[in-house]
């Protein structure tokens, strides 16, 4: 094959059977939603709506109905050849290892939904004027992270059970609010903003739509965590690639070296369909349908709590701002469900932030360099996820006068240029390096390209936008 890691030959190998229970297999598409909930559906799109209404919610729905065409064409990378889509990129050129390695830092490193859970968790305890400045309470939210990925053996059963457990106390407490709160005018509104397509308020600069159509999902890098969620829960190929474990536990790692190709045999072509149907099932079920549910559930709160009293604030009180409000319509159980919803959106996206960016740099450090590759994959998945931490803790004591909103428009704009990069190259690696019999079809081909060519069109016109706005 072409690319930096000729040495790392494809194995011909039988496509493992998928195991029969639904249940068994159920995870990678709900953390996905635990990693997209916590920063577009509770700050980013609240914010806009309440600002400007909901005359641009077409765009969050188009935002997560993109990503999920982009998920399965990097799920069916990962469940053909038992690797990460970073090992693919790779194999095209070598330096995409290195722009990856600094999209993720540059998109990730800012700790916005950190220090807004913590301010959230905060406002839940001790109230907006309690006690502990931002760099406290993003400290107590980190340590909660660490727990979680220093605690358990596995990492991922770890991180999975516990945002499976956070999604579920999201949604039901956003159906008792939206429900709640809203009216019939409330909802026609919503459905008008849904096909208001394509437009844009003009108070609303460029770049900031296309942060908040990023943010409709996973968004930026994120959405390439997917492949390691399959790996860890031995989806196709990736039955065959050991998982991370926790460093303090165990050194276990995977084999970075090892990558397959499915035999092309009647029985594998029937198993990889089964694979790809339930790829399908998980994707549209868990990713689309209750990504686009919350989000949308968001927006209404936002459309008939702060939108009409014009209210507009900032990300680390936005929370506070619609419980106080919800506890005047509600009584003081809205309020605190509300909070409780809010803390737990954004725990749950910054938990799998860092359990993601931990996976990424140490699969792209041991792909491109013999340093690592002398390491195990739990050393160094530990090393950065400390690492992450400790720099996210200084920059929130550094940049504490900085609303923590624009760190999270910084993430956005620097997820979408990943996006305008990894959208036709996903495309490219499963046309070209997979068996014909594994490659997608002429139309999800289609839309790959409709879409590639939608995130690199927003991300000119968004880099246009910014050089002007700096000049």
């Known amino acids: 094959m072409e690319g930096s890691n000729r040495e790392r030959d494809y ?10 229970r639904f249940r068994d297999l159920v995870g990678p598409g709900a953390v996905l939603v635990g990693l997209a909930v916590g920063a577009g559906e509770l700050i980013v799109w609240p914010r806009v709506t309440a600002q400007y209404g909901a005359t641009m919610t077409w765009a969050a729905v188009l935002g997560v109905f993109v990503q999920l065409w982009l998920n399965l064409e990097i799920g069916r990378y990962t469940l053909a050849t038992g690797e990460s889509v970073y090992a693919g990129y790779r194999r095209v050129w070598h330096w995409f290892s290195w722009i990856f390695l600094g999209l993720n830092v540059v998109g990730w490193i800012v700790p ?14 001790v109230g ?22 220093f605690g358990p053996r596995a990492v991922y059963r770890s991180m999975e059970l516990t945002v499976q457990f956070l999604v579920v106390v999201i949604t039901l407490g956003l159906v008792a609010i939206a429900f709640t709160v809203s009216d019939a005018d409330t909802w026609v509104a919503l459905g008008r903003g849904m096909i208001n397509f394509p437009f844009k308020d ?24 997917f492949s390691f969620y399959l790996l860890d829960k031995g989806w196709g190929m990736g039955a065959r690639a050991p998982g991370v474990v926790n460093p ?59 939108h009409p009293r014009g209210i507009v604030p900032q990300s680390e009180l936005l929370v506070w701002e ?33 359990d993601g960016v931990a996976r990424s740099c140490a699969d792209i450090l041991q792909g491109s360099t013999a340093w690592a590759r002398r390491r195990s994959t ?60 594994f490659r997608p079809s002429r139309a ?20 246009i936008n910014v050089l002007r706005s700096l000049l």
């Open 444 to 463: 999800r081909v289609a839309i790959l390209v409709v879409v590639s060519a939608m995130y690199v069109a927003f991300a000119i016109a968004a880099t």
């Open 202 to 225: 003009p108070d609303m600069a460029g770049y900031e739509l296309f942060s908040a159509l990023v943010f409709a999902g996973a968004g930026g890098t994120a959405n390439l965590f």
């Open 128 to 149: 907006p004027d309690g006690p502990g400045s931002p760099t406290v309470w993003t400290t107590v939210t980190f340590a909660a992270v660490a727990a979680v990925l």
């Open 112 to 125: 916005g939904w950190a220090r807004t859970c913590g301010g959230a968790l905060k406002v839940l305890i």
């Open 322 to 354: 619609e419980a106080t409000i919800l506890a005047s319509l509600w009584g003081g159980a809205g309020k605190t469900v509300f909070l409780v919803v809010g803390v737990a959106c954004l725990f749950s996206t910054q938990l799998t932030l860092i």
């Open 11 to 20: 194995r011909d190998a039988d496509l493992p059977r998928m195991p029969g």
């Open 248 to 306: 303090l536990r165990g050194k276990g790692e995977r084999d970075g070296g090892r990558c397959y190709r499915i035999r092309d045999t009647p029985e594998n072509r029937e198993r990889w369909s089964a694979w790809i149907r339930h790829l399908t099932l998980d994707q549209t079920l868990f990713f689309w349908f209750l990504n686009t549910f919350t989000i949308l559930l968001f927006i209404v709160g936002s459309l008939a709590v702060l």
């Open 378 to 437: 739990a050393e160094l998945y530990g090393a950065i996820a400390a690492l992450w931490i400790g720099a996210g803790i200084a920059l929130t004591y550094a940049y504490e006068a900085i609303p923590p909103f624009m760190f999270l428009l910084s993430a956005g704009f620097f997820g979408g240029i990943a996006m305008a990069i990894y959208a036709p190259l996903t495309l490219w690696i499963n046309l070209r390096l997979l068996p014909e019999p």
